[in-house]
Nanobody, 127 residues
């Protein structure tokens, strides 16, 4: 059973940074793609950044140049470095995993492709 546990959320002022972590267990990193999604109240869950086991990554246009997704397979941990945060980045952030390695950069950000989800970590950015 794949389990995902997010951490690192919090409150920060606009322009600040946060690094989210997702500790994964019960899977083989080389056979999975991993992603970060977010959901603000009253909105749909959207893909933010994701990465395949071969290192190919994908980003939503709204975060390109500000967020960086990475993974440490030795630690089974996914990261999301978030810089230059804006109030519109405020949301619950979720880690997700799918046992597929050939998703396109478009597919990597589609929530319907993902099988496993963490409980989420809240990020709040004040102006």
């Amino acid at each position: 059973q794949v389990q995902l546990v997010e951490s690192g959320g919090g409150s920060v002022q606009a322009g600040g940074s946060l690094r989210l972590s997702c500790a994964a267990s019960g899977y083989t990193a080389s056979t999975y793609s991993m992603g970060w999604f977010r959901q603000a109240p009253g909105t749909e869950r959207e893909g933010v950044a994701a990465i395949r086991s071969d290192g190919i990554s994908s980003y939503a246009d709204s975060v390109k140049g500000r967020f960086t997704v990475s993974q440490d397979n030795a630690k089974n941990t996914l990261y999301l470095q978030m810089n230059s945060l804006k109030p519109e980045d405020t949301a619950m952030y979720y880690c997700a995993a799918v046992p597929r390695t050939a998703l396109s950069t478009w597919g990597l950000l589609r929530r319907e492709y993902y099988n496993y989800w963490g409980q989420g970590t809240q990020v709040t950015v004040s102006s």
